[in-house]
DNA sequence: TATATTTTGCAACACAGTTGCATGTAAATA
DNA sequence: TATTTACATGCAACTGTGTTGCAAAATATA
């Protein structure tokens, strides 16, 4: 179990119980990303699915995890950097995700893009998903 | 009913139906995107829930639909360009969802910035989805 | 119009996600 | 440490979304 798992639980005013450590130690110890199903597979078995969806829940709203859109409309989940917190999120990167491997990166060493928009319109906020072949895939 | 509903049905070899011809019909009589549920309201009541359903699908796989990636996992449709034509879809183009209204919109008249990816890595799609809001909400 | 081919509606199902509530566990307090 | 309080969990039941098989209906073709 990651040293960090305690004391991030505690700082964000959580209690500590064994569903959350075991599903925040998942993210620590992994760089990709999760989907719902990933987290039954490897914490779960011990813990029912709704505590799962609602510890994933907790977390979002917490600032310790974010969501990552996909173009196949399931949900993964990821750690967020430091600069979250409750209810205000600051995850201005974009994603990327291998076609063969499903591994889903954060690309936080990346600016955004500038985007444009229809004379008028306001853009607050722009989502953008890279789909691709990984390093390690490319190899293979 | 659009003079278009009955051309593109043929052209793409698809039977006329009643359910196709109203489905379609909305498409060219709206400019937003729409979602399976607004189909289901507007179209609906006369159609089955499969046959929409059904009917999206055929339309996605013919070239005349393409499907709308979104933040909060609901699919949207909003038609082709005439060169998409069966199993091959070249919208090239990313989109604009109002969060006031939830117009959603194709802006096919800008181009996709270019976007890094590390080393290594091979980037073959990228979509972007940007939120802000529209002209019309702008104004009220 | 008759026939072959598609499409439709229905019922049944699979799966993801949510909610209410009683019970169990962690945290705070004495 | 023991007691109290607040919160998290598991279970069952439910909703929403999308899929499949099949018989009946509608469409295209000759
Ligand atoms: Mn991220
Ligand atoms: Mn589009
Ligand atoms: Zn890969
Ligand atoms: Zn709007």
């Known amino acids: 179990m990651d040293t960090r798992v305690h004391d991030i639980l505690r700082r964000n005013q959580l209690s500590v119980t064994a569903s959350r450590e075991k599903i925040l130690n998942l993210f620590l110890t992994n760089t990709r990303a999760l989907a719902?199903?990933?987290?039954?597979?490897?914490?779960?078995?011990?813990?029912?699915?709704?505590?799962v969806y609602r510890t994933l829940q907790t977390f979002v709203e917490k600032g310790i995890l974010h969501t990552?859109?996909?173009?196949?409309?399931?949900?993964?989940?990821?750690?967020?950097?430091?600069d979250c917190f409750e209810g205000h999120h600051h995850d201005n990167h974009y994603h990327f995700i291998c076609s063969a491997c499903g591994k889903t990166e954060c690309l936080e060493e990346f600016v955004?893009?500038?985007?444009k928009v229809p004379k008028e319109y306001l853009a607050n906020n722009v989502e953008i998903v890279v789909n691709g072949v990984c390093a390690a895939c490319r190899k293979k």
Chains 1, 2 share one sequence.
Do not use: M, Q, W
């Not at 719902?36 to 505590?51: L, N, P, Q, S, Y």
């Not at 955004?112 to 985007?115: A, D, E, G, L, R």
């Open 68 to 82: 990552i859109p996909t173009a196949d409309n399931s949900v993964r989940y990821a750690l967020c950097k430091n």
């Open 36 to 51: 719902h199903a990933d987290i039954e597979h490897k914490a779960g078995e011990r813990f029912d699915r709704v505590t």
């Open 112 to 115: 955004i893009p500038s985007v």
